[in-house]
């Protein structure tokens, strides 16, 4: 049975977080949007409120819709991409670094692969387009 993980897409500005994966950890070294696995019971906002505590610091104020949805490659992990308002400064807890970066260059940070796939959705390199589960998705 697939894992539920939530990936937060969060904004401010025209920037966007990402953060780099401790060594350690699957991906170690790559950067991802943050977030981690929704645990039986929990809602996206109680884990998005959960995980981005632990490893930034910060409160969730706001989760959106689920836009896009991955099997990550070689585990039973499904990471979905949903948009998440915060209040505070993340700080690195977990991860190794963290940067603001504007939408266009994100493409140019070494991503985990299904961070990657979301960019490229997201800037339409890909050919797919982002999509909400069970809805018709819309192209960037």
Same mark, same amino acid.
Do not use: N
């Given at each position: 049975?697939?894992?539920?993980?939530?990936?937060?897409?969060?904004?401010?500005?025209?920037?966007?977080?990402?953060?780099?994966?401790?060594?350690?950890?699957?991906?170690?070294?790559?950067?991802?949007?943050?977030?981690?696995?929704?645990?039986?019971?929990?809602?996206?906002?109680?884990?998005?409120?959960?995980?981005?505590?632990?490893?930034?610091?910060?409160?969730?104020?706001?989760?959106?819709?689920?836009?896009?949805?991955?099997?990550?490659?070689?585990?039973?992990?499904?990471?979905?991409? %949903?948009?998440?308002?915060?209040?505070?400064?993340?700080?690195?807890?977990?991860?190794?670094? %963290?940067?603001?970066?504007?939408?266009?260059?994100?493409?140019?940070?070494?991503?985990?692969?299904?961070?990657?796939?979301?960019?490229?959705?997201? %800037?339409? %390199?890909?050919?797919?387009?982002?999509?909400?589960?069970?809805?018709?998705?819309?192209?960037?």
């Amino acid at each position: 049975m697939p894992i539920r993980v939530l990936a937060s897409v969060i904004q401010r500005h025209d920037r966007f977080l990402v953060c780099r994966r401790p060594l350690h950890k699957r991906h170690g070294g790559l950067w991802e949007f943050p977030g981690g696995k929704v645990k039986d019971g929990e809602t996206d906002l109680e884990a998005a409120r959960r995980e981005l505590s632990e490893e930034l610091g910060v409160h969730v104020t706001a989760v959106g819709p689920v836009e896009l949805s991955v099997q990550d490659p070689g585990s039973e992990f499904v990471i979905e991409f %949903l948009p998440v308002t915060i209040q505070g400064e993340p700080q690195c807890l977990e991860h190794m670094a %963290l940067a603001w970066e504007e939408e266009g260059r994100l493409s140019e940070y070494d991503l985990a692969p299904s961070d990657r796939r979301y960019v490229e959705a997201r %800037l339409g %390199l890909s050919g797919s387009f982002l999509r909400i589960p069970g809805g018709t998705g819309q192209e960037p």
